[in-house]
């Protein structure tokens, strides 16, 4: 009897909402792997998808750490899942001979590939703390395309060069899927926890007041460091989970474009807002991958604008001041407060999550939207536009 | 002879052609309240930005405890024990009450815990996190603001908004606190308010105050000494009511 109150006690005092995240990803991963047990899932298109969707989330919660959290832009993000998706893509095909392509091998690579993706955080993060804003911005964008054309022209026995390094495919790819979404877990295990420390107090300090920062001791030099590195590790365990999912690793895979999906998701799902940002990677992934597959011939460029139709619709529905009432009516934080009746007013951690940052999101999205745009423009259009937030 | 906590030698920095402060001598004792006025652009800001490691002083030097402290970076000094407030009010707004005086506790060597600690999520977080947001509380109290603690700073009328900075500074446990115009945009109820806040910070703390202050009354009232700035020299200093009636800072603020 006493240990069944015990439990109950557990179960009223546990914070629902703040490890909701974990619920749901646990839950749906664990639902997952049951389906492709059972064989519910056993079209390769599915598994695809949902293997795109997990890489996603990664790189959306890594970037969210950089972009919502410190308050840096970056444009370079598909950068360092460039250098995870060769480096740990060129050990898994190193190791692959003698120990296959399972578990051990993608282990060994996702811990090569991190840790030189780490290396690169810190070499972009060093500019990082001279730089501000837009100057920054450029720099990031420029190193991710600096990294994807030197892979690109590295010689054929090294990393493939243009032709694209043969990587090995997971050798149980029924269930890589099942993986991507424990690396999610991971992913969002480790960033989070940072946040909601002192540390991630002091990164978010940062971000809000940087003077104010330094003046109150706060060691700006080291934690704005952190955020690179700690974003570039992650974003190269996506690239290694994505090397692992073809049979060659393309550089043309993360270009430009790539990192700015990225931000677009983070944006999309509220700066600083690590829960937005995972929902966003699923629905965008998911929107762009199926428009993909289902235009073809001359509808194909459909796409495109389909894709921005959604985002023009979200970015509008999420900021127009004349649906604020229909917003705060409906929103799921009135139907999680209905769900569960007991509320933790006093919890101060609910109020973390859903900070707005100093990056005006308007600014952001005038690069970002047109996703697709013919390459040349872009250099000039990215500094220009950001330059609006001033 | 007290100690002497702050001691200024020469202090100055131009800009450029520009000699925003020179020539200044400052002699803080421990436990004092000290008084740093003068009118608009008389260089009383950059002073404080100059002992806080905003600006490099480009002449003489400034010790704190015989410690001296030119070159360091902000957050050296402000571990070294200076802590700051702003003219115009710099407060992480986004956060909770509670939360921007916890940035504060950052650097206590009591709560310290790792990042690999708190990664993953190991008992010490959690003791350190429980500690300091008590403290953080502790803290709240002094200034009358617990009751607030889980509001967003933005959201705290202004004359919290100023308590809340001092509180912030404060966590950092200073041994000198730098005030930057406390009772600026103050009404005459929150101004007797700060004013035995501040009086009240001496007696429990063990620390000493620097202050810029405009507000003339609020000055004699608090200060122990002053110094009066004018085209960043000194023009006069000492007791707060003699060096009020000098001559010169009569001319500085009202002209002849």
Redesign the interface.
């Known amino acids: 009897m006493s240990k069944d109150n015990k439990f109950m006690g557990f179960l009223k005092s546990f914070k629902w909402k703040k490890y909701i995240n974990y619920i749901i990803i646990g839950g749906a991963t664990i639902v997952l792997a049951i389906l492709a047990a059972t064989g519910v899932i056993s079209d390769r298109s599915d598994r695809v998808l949902l293997e795109k969707i997990a890489i996603s989330m990664i790189l959306a919660t890594s970037l969210s750490l950089v972009v919502g959290f410190l308050g840096e832009l970056s444009l370079g993000h598909a950068g360092f899942m460039c250098v995870g998706a060769y480096l740990g893509g060129k050990i898994a095909a190193l190791l692959a001979a003698p120990l296959g392509s399972g578990m051990l091998t993608l282990v060994i690579s996702l811990v090569v590939g991190g840790l030189a993706a780490g290396l690169c955080g810190f070499i972009i993060g060093l500019p990082a703390l001279r730089l501000k804003g837009d100057y920054l911005a450029i720099t990031t964008l420029a190193f991710g395309e600096i990294v994807r054309t030197i892979f690109q022209n590295t010689s054929a026995e090294s990393f493939g060069g243009a032709m694209g390094l043969p990587t090995p495919i997971f050798s149980d790819r029924k269930y890589f899927f099942v993986i991507c979404f424990v690396m999610v877990l991971i992913t969002l295990f480790?960033i989070q926890?940072?946040i909601r420390?002192?540390?991630?107090?002091?990164i978010?300090?940062i971000r809000?007041?940087e003077?104010?920062?330094?003046?109150?001791?706060?060691?700006?030099t080291k934690y704005k460091l952190?955020g690179f590195i700690v974003a570039a590790v992650f974003a190269g365990f996506a690239g290694v989970l994505f090397s692992f999912t073809a049979s060659s690793v393309q550089s043309s895979s993360f270009d430009y474009n790539y990192s700015i999906e990225m931000l677009v998701i983070v944006v999309l799902g509220g700066m600083?807002n690590i829960n937005g940002s995972l929902i966003a990677a699923a629905l965008i992934t998911f929107l762009n991958t199926k428009l993909q597959t289902s235009l073809e011939g001359d509808m194909a460029v459909l796409k495109d604008l389909v894709y921005a139709l959604v985002l023009i619709v979200i970015v509008v529905y999420s900021n127009s001041p004349k649906l604020k009432s229909f917003r705060d009516k409906y929103n799921l934080h009135n139907l999680f407060a209905k769900l569960s009746k007991n509320k933790h007013e006093?919890d101060?951690t609910k109020?973390w999550d859903v900070?707005?940052?100093k990056i005006k999101m308007d600014a952001l999205l005038s690069t970002d939207v047109v996703v697709n745009d013919p390459k040349p423009d872009k250099p000039d259009k990215a500094p220009k536009d950001s330059k609006e937030d001033k | 002879m007290s100690d002497i906590v702050l001691q200024t030698k020469d202090l100055g920095i131009s800009f450029g052609g520009l000699k925003a402060v020179s020539g200044v001598n400052l002699q803080i004792e421990k436990g004092e309240i000290y008084g740093l006025i003068g009118p608009n652009g008389a260089g009383k800001t950059t002073i404080f930005n100059l002992l806080?490691g905003?600006y490099q002083p480009t002449e003489g030097t400034f010790y704190l405890n015989g410690r001296e402290l030119r070159k360091l970076?902000?957050?050296k000094i402000?571990?070294a024990g200076i802590?700051?407030t702003?003219q115009n009010i710099?407060?992480?707004?986004?956060?909770?009450v509670?939360?921007n005086v916890?940035?504060?506790l950052?650097?206590n060597p009591e709560?310290k815990?790792s990042?690999f600690e708190?990664?993953?999520?190991l008992p010490k977080?959690f003791k350190?996190?429980k500690k300091?947001k008590e403290r953080a509380v502790e803290i709240l109290k002094i200034f009358d603001l617990e009751d607030e603690?889980?509001s967003?700073a933005c959201n705290l009328p202004y004359g919290k908004q100023r308590k809340l900075e001092i509180a912030?500074?404060l966590a950092?446990n200073p041994k000198l606190l730098l005030l930057d115009e406390p009772a600026a945009g103050m009404n005459p109820h929150e101004t007797e308010d700060l004013r035995r806040t501040v009086q009240a910070l001496r007696e429990q703390f063990d620390i000493t105050i620097l202050l810029i202050e405009h507000d003339l009354k609020f000055v004699s009232g608090i200060c122990d000494r002053i110094t009066v700035l004018n085209f960043g020299t000194v023009i006069a200093e000492g007791n707060t009511k003699d060096a009020l009636s000098d001559p010169e800072v009569i001319k500085a603020y009202i002209g002849k």
């Open positions: 480790v926890n940072l420390s002192k540390h991630g107090r002091a978010t300090a809000d007041n003077i104010a920062a330094k003046a109150t001791g706060i060691n700006v952190v600083g006093s101060d109020r900070v707005p940052t | 806080t905003v970076s902000q957050e402000n571990h802590a700051r702003f710099r407060l992480f707004n986004n956060m909770t509670r939360r916890m940035v504060g950052h650097n709560f815990c990042m708190s990664m993953f999520r977080h350190c996190e300091m603690k889980d967003l912030r500074a950092t």
